[in-house]
């Protein structure tokens, strides 16, 4: 959310920066164009006037000295010019030394075309205005064969200019400044309802299935949120059905299941008075009404996990003990070789703990081949892993292996388990905010690695 924020202003800051430039470029450009064309016309009608009253009167051919008044007089009208004059093949003539930007093409243009001609020209950094005219005489008019020219610095305009962009820079500034500013308040009145989906919906996820968002305008995002609203309320409604089928299920189950098995075992127990077959029918019977009630309390406990009708009771657990609790309790202490140091301790739920390691365990006892060992790892989560020295798991099935009524096949031996196992025992890990990963090792074998926080997530 903060990095859409982030985004969302630099959006804002950028097109209110481009805008400032582009306007600030435009008005640059409009009052350079105005005040150079402005002096251009006022440089060229002045040098026009001047000229056409300086040759009233001049001789034709004019001397040397006509021609240095001719350039004398030219000049003194403007700030920081020279002027210059010229007949024929004679040399320039000019009223000071600054006549550099006076150039070859400008004097062949002139001589050309007959016609007053003028042009702005840099020359070492500095700007100036060439203005050449040819003098025509007054009774032919006819050309003279005389040409004048006038060099006019425009080093006042150019530090007007210079003033003109210092202007624009420093008030682009300010309207960035603003632009960030109002990109910030809008930026926190587009996202403040999208902040407010984000934690509905991560309650929503937690569990907390009676989140409701109030709805205010009636613009997309409310439209967004009355969506979410019904969709969250559809969701309480599903979840609240499934809950109380898987209720009513597990205590409609639990009673004749408990009989069944009951009379099973009783009859097991008298098969050796029976004839025939008979005694290893009430064996059969007794071991398929045992699986049977495991597989129904595998099914009532993965429902309760897609109902979302389970939680945890965390405590202050020693792993250590945890996992030789889970082994004696199996009667697993001499089938299994244990590596875990004591005095670990985790915040976890016990009861579903030692689910996870029924499930790993007894997955590694039942596919696996001896030694079976459960061994920690302390780093910044706890690691516990179960491995055995089996053939492994079939590289195909190992991305299925947590799938439920996923089965080894012939990489392993027959499964008489549910196919359950292992996804409860892995949606008990991210219950607690964990995860469970298998693969083979090199030697041989698979290997289960839990990893839970030492704080429930």
Do not use: C
Not at 116 to 131: A, E, H, I, S, T
Not at 301 to 321: K, M, P, T, Y
């Amino acid at each position: 959310m903060r990095g859409l924020r982030a985004r969302l202003v630099v959006v804002f800051a950028v097109l209110a920066g481009l805008s400032a430039l582009t306007a600030a470029g435009l008005v640059y450009k409009q009052a350079r164009d105005l005040m150079l064309t402005r002096t251009e016309w006022s440089v060229v009608n002045e040098f026009r006037l001047r000229v056409s009253t300086l040759t009233e009167n001049m001789q034709h051919p004019p001397s040397r000295a006509a021609l240095q008044q001719l350039a004398n007089g030219v000049a003194p009208a403007f700030l920081d010019a020279t002027g210059a004059a010229v007949y024929g093949d004679s040399g320039l003539v000019a009223s000071g030394d600054a006549v550099a930007p006076l150039t070859p093409d400008l004097r062949r243009r002139v001589a050309a075309e007959q016609r007053l001609v003028y042009q702005r020209v840099v020359r070492d950094g500095d700007p100036y205005l060439v203005v050449g005219t040819p003098v025509l005489l007054r009774r032919e008019g006819t050309p003279s064969g005389v040409e004048v020219y006038l060099v006019s610095s425009l080093h006042t305009e150019a530090a007007d200019q210079e003033a003109l962009v210092a202007a624009a820079r420093n008030g682009v500034l300010p309207v960035l400044l603003l632009a960030v500013l109002f990109a910030l308040v809008a930026a926190g009145g587009v996202l403040r309802p999208v902040r407010d989906l984000d934690r509905a919906a991560r309650r929503l996820g937690a569990g907390e299935l009676d989140t409701r968002l109030k709805v205010t305008g009636r613009d997309e995002l409310a439209r967004l949120v009355k969506t979410f609203n019904a969709t969250a309320e559809a969701l309480e409604t599903n979840v609240s059905m499934a809950r109380r089928f898987v209720a009513d299920v597990s205590h409609e189950l639990r009673t004749p299941l408990a009989s069944i098995l009951a009379m099973a075992e009783v009859i097991e127990e008298e098969s050796a008075r029976l004839d025939g077959d008979l005694p290893e029918a009430a064996r059969l019977l007794n071991l398929e009404a045992g699986r049977l009630v495991k597989l129904v309390e595998d099914l009532m406990e993965i429902s309760r996990f897609d109902a979302g009708a389970v939680g945890l009771v965390v405590d202050d657990v020693d792993v250590a003990q945890a996992v030789a609790a889970s082994l004696r309790t199996r009667r697993w202490t001499s089938e299994v070789e244990v590596d875990v140091e004591p005095g670990v301790r985790v915040r976890l739920d016990p009861r579903r703990f030692d689910v996870v390691m029924a499930n790993l365990v007894g997955n590694a006892l039942r596919h696996g081949a001896k030694p079976v060992t459960v061994s920690l790892k302390k780093a910044q989560d706890i690691v516990i892993e179960v491995a055995d020295a089996g053939p492994g798991v079939d590289p195909e099935l190992l991305p299925r292996v947590f799938d439920r009524f996923s089965k080894a096949d012939a990489a392993r031996t027959r499964s008489d388990g549910s196919g359950l196992g292992l996804a409860i025992a892995l949606e008990n890990a991210r219950l607690h905010g964990g995860s469970i990963e298998v693969g083979n090792r090199p030697g041989g074998g698979a290997v289960f690695r839990l990893t839970l926080p030492r704080e429930p997530r």
